[in-house]
C-alpha cells in the first residue's frame, strides 16, 4: 500500500500538482487511521494531497488508475467438465483425466500469470494500451522510477533559484549533494598531478635513447606549489539566500583538498560561519533582515586578521552586488584582489539585471579574473567548476 500511496505521490507530481514530503507522509499516516475502504480511501488521500480543488479531477482520475475498482473476474467453468467427471467416476482414467485437464487449465494461464494481465490491470491501463503487453520499470525502494528521478533532476537543475519552493530546494540539496561528489573527484584528480607534477615528454623521449627508444623511465617538470586556501564570501540576503546555501553544500565536501577554507556569510556585516551536519551556522552576529551593505563588508573583510588573503588563495565571491545606493568601496576589492591568486565572482540573478536598480557589479568587475551568471543549480556547478 505504502509503494501505491507514492506511486500516485509521483503520478500527481508529473500532473503538476506539488506534494511535497510531509504532504507524502501525512497521506501514509491517513490512509493507517482511515483504512482501505476505497470510498474512504480516496477521501483521505485528497484531503491530505489535493490543496487546491481546481485539482480534484486530475486526483480522481490518477486515484482510479491506481486504486481501480475492477476486481480479478471469475474464472468461466469448462462446458460439459462437470459431466465428464461425473461419468469418469465408473471408469478407472476418471481422476487421470481430470489430472489432465488440471494440467492444461494451469499451463495455459502461467503466462498470462507471468505478463501481470489480470482484468485489474487492465482496467488501469490507458484504453490505447490495453491488449498490449505491460512494460514494467523498475522502481526505487520510495516508488519512485530511474526516468521519473532523472527527469526531476534536470528539472530542479534547470530551475531558477527564485522560482523554488520548499520542495524544490529540499530536490536540490540532494542533487547537489550527488555533484559535490562529483568535484570532489575532479579535485582529487587535479591534486594527484599537481604531486607529481605534468609529464615532460620531451626530457622523457631523450632519457628513452639510452635504453633503446622504450620510455622506461618517465620524467616530469617540477612539481607545482601545494594545495591552494579558499575563502568564500556569500551573501545571504533575502534575494540569493537559496544560492548560497546550495554553494556552500557544494563546498562542504571539497574542504580536505584545499590546504585552508574560511567561509564567511553577510548582510550588512561580515561573519564567519562553519557547515555542521549540511546546515550553516553563524559564529557571529547576523541580521538577516538587514539592509544590504556590501562596501563595509569588504573593508571588514579586508582589515581581518589570521584570514588566508595570499597569493595562493582564491577567493570566491557569491551575491548579486545590490548594495542599497551605499558606499561600494569597489577600490577595497581591487586591494583584495591583489593581495589573492584568483578572484571569482558568481551572480545568482540573469544578466539582464546587472548594473540596473541598485546594483554596483560594473564598479566591481574589473577586479576579477571571472564574473559568472548562476541563475540555475547547473549555472552555478559550471561556475564553481570554473573558479576552482
Known amino acids: 500500500m505504502r509503494a501505491r500511496i507514492l506511486g500516485l505521490v509521483q503520478a500527481l507530481r508529473e500532473d503538476g500538482i506539488a506534494v511535497s514530503v510531509a504532504e507524502s507522509l501525512d497521506a501514509v499516516a491517513a490512509v493507517a487511521a482511515a483504512g482501505v475502504e476505497r470510498g474512504v480511501l480516496r477521501e483521505a488521500l485528497a484531503a491530505s494531497l489535493v490543496k487546491d480543488e481546481a485539482d480534484r479531477a486530475a486526483f480522481d482520475a490518477r486515484f482510479d488508475a491506481m486504486f481501480p475498482a ?53 482496467a488501469a491501463r490507458p484504453a490505447e494500451r490495453r491488449g498490449q503487453p505491460e512494460r514494467v520499470a523498475a522502481r526505487s525502494d520510495d516508488g519512485e ?34 555533484l559535490a561528489a562529483r568535484l570532489r573527484g575532479r579535485l582529487a584528480r587535479r591534486t594527484w598531478r599537481t604531486r607529481r607534477g605534468r609529464l615532460d615528454f620531451r626530457r622523457t623521449i631523450r ?28 551573501d545571504l540576503s533575502r534575494s540569493v539566500a537559496e544560492a548560497s546555501g546550495l554553494l556552500l553544500a557544494l563546498l562542504a565536501p571539497l ?28 559564529d557571529g552576529p547576523l541580521d538577516l533582515h538587514a539592509r544590504s551593505d556590501l562596501g563595509r563588508v569588504l573593508v571588514e573583510l579586508a582589515a581581518r586578521e589570521r584570514v588566508p ?5 582564491e577567493l570566491l565571491v557569491l551575491g548579486d552586488a545590490r548594495n542599497n545606493r551605499l ?23 540573469p544578466q539582464a539585471r546587472w548594473d540596473t536598480g541598485d546594483s554596483v557589479l560594473g564598479l566591481y568587475a574589473p577586479s576579477c579574473d571571472a564574473v559568472v551568471e548562476c541563475v540555475n543549480l547547473a549555472a552555478l556547478v559550471r561556475g564553481l567548476r570554473r573558479a576552482l
Open 70 to 122: 475492477l476486481g480479478p473476474l471469475p474464472r468461466p467453468a469448462r462446458k460439459g467438465r462437470r459431466d465428464d467427471a461425473a461419468g469418469g467416476r465408473g471408469r478407472g482414467g476418471g481422476r487421470a483425466e481430470r489430472a489432465r485437464r488440471d494440467d492444461e487449465d494451469a499451463a495455459a494461464e502461467k503466462p498470462r500469470a507471468t505478463r501481470g494481465d489480470s482484468p485489474a490491470r487492465d
Open 145 to 178: 522510477s530511474p526516468s521519473a528521478a532523472r527527469g526531476a533532476r534536470r528539472r530542479v537543475l534547470a530551475l531558477p533559484f527564485g522560482e523554488y519552493t520548499a520542495l524544490d530546494l529540499e530536490e536540490a540539496h540532494a542533487v547537489a549533494r550527488e
Open 309 to 313: 588573503l595570499g597569493r595562493s588563495t
Open 255 to 282: 574542504a580536505r583538498h584545499f590546504r585552508r577554507v574560511e567561509y564567511f556569510a553577510y548582510v550588512d556585516r561580515l561573519c564567519p560561519v562553519t557547515l555542521e551536519a549540511g546546515h550553516v551556522v553563524p
Open 327 to 349: 558606499p561600494p568601496r569597489a577600490d577595497v576589492l581591487r586591494a583584495l584582489r591583489e593581495r589573492v591568486q584568483r578572484l571569482v565572482w558568481l551572480v545568482p540573478e
Open 207 to 234: 632519457s628513452s635513447i639510452a635504453s633503446g627508444g622504450v620510455p622506461a623511465r618517465l620524467r616530469f617538470r617540477a612539481r607545482r606549489p601545494g594545495r591552494p586556501d579558499l575563502v568564500v564570501l556569500c
